[in-house]
């Protein structure tokens, strides 16, 4: 019997819908990402730990994205543009139906965080340490200037690269700060238009049984 099929029998009205490993990295990378952007230039050593452990839960989240329960799998929830502007288009007519997991817009803002998460990340890792820019092969030229302070010697170790490495990572920081104030704002308006407590729903895992005209 199908969850649905049993919350309808028992009576009750809500039905399990993310597993604990999703709200544990749900949450724990609010706290990383808040603690990444408090202690920017301020606590470095903090500010990196938060850093790696970004890393790591994206990480996860893309393991978890492939070998997770149903609706934490991006199989479930990924679809393509066309579904995502169509979705889009029915949320300005207030006329887009209930999913039961992420709804297509969400879905394509779970990965804009994912992307710009592991790129903000990945950047920060790059600046701690300028030897690791030589890894790479094609950005070396790029930001090669990055290492040299006023006096063109070269920063020792410890010290804050600039230039355009520096850039990226700040701007990939202020993008991700832009795409969570707008998945705020849609958990806002899901909520309010479907009548759930989704930001709850992220603490106990559980919704609303899906009813005949959402999809499940």
Do not use: C
Not at 25 to 36: D, G
Not at 61 to 85: C, D, E, I, M, N
Not at 153 to 163: C, N, S, T
């Amino acid at each position: 019997m199908t969850d649905r099929a049993s919350a309808l029998a028992t009576g009750d009205a809500t039905v399990r819908v993310w597993d604990p490993l999703v709200r544990l990295f749900h949450w724990s990378l609010v706290a990383a990402v808040a603690t990444a952007w408090l202690t920017a230039d301020e606590v470095q050593p903090v500010h990196e730990v938060a850093g790696y452990t970004v890393a790591g839960l994206v990480a996860f989240r893309l393991v978890w994205g492939l070998a997770g329960s149903r609706y934490a799998r991006f199989a479930q929830f990924v679809k393509g543009p066309g579904a995502t502007l169509a979705y889009l288009g029915a949320m300005l007519r207030g006329k887009e139906r209930r999913h039961l997991g992420h709804n297509p817009a969400g879905a394509a803002m779970v990965l804009a965080l994912l992307l710009t998460l592991s790129g903000t990340a990945f950047t920060g890792w790059l600046m701690t340490d300028p030897t690791r820019v030589a890894l790479l092969p094609t950005l070396p030229q790029i930001v090669a200037p990055a290492w040299a302070d006023e006096d063109g010697d070269e920063y020792g170790e410890g010290r804050e690269a600039e230039g355009p490495l520096k850039d990226i990572h700040e701007t990939l920081a202020n993008l991700l700060l832009l795409l969570i104030a707008a998945h705020v704002g849609g958990v806002v308006l899901a909520s309010v238009r479907h009548r759930e407590n989704l930001a709850r729903a992220m603490v106990t895992g559980r919704k609303r049984a899906a009813g005949p005209d959402d999809i499940a």
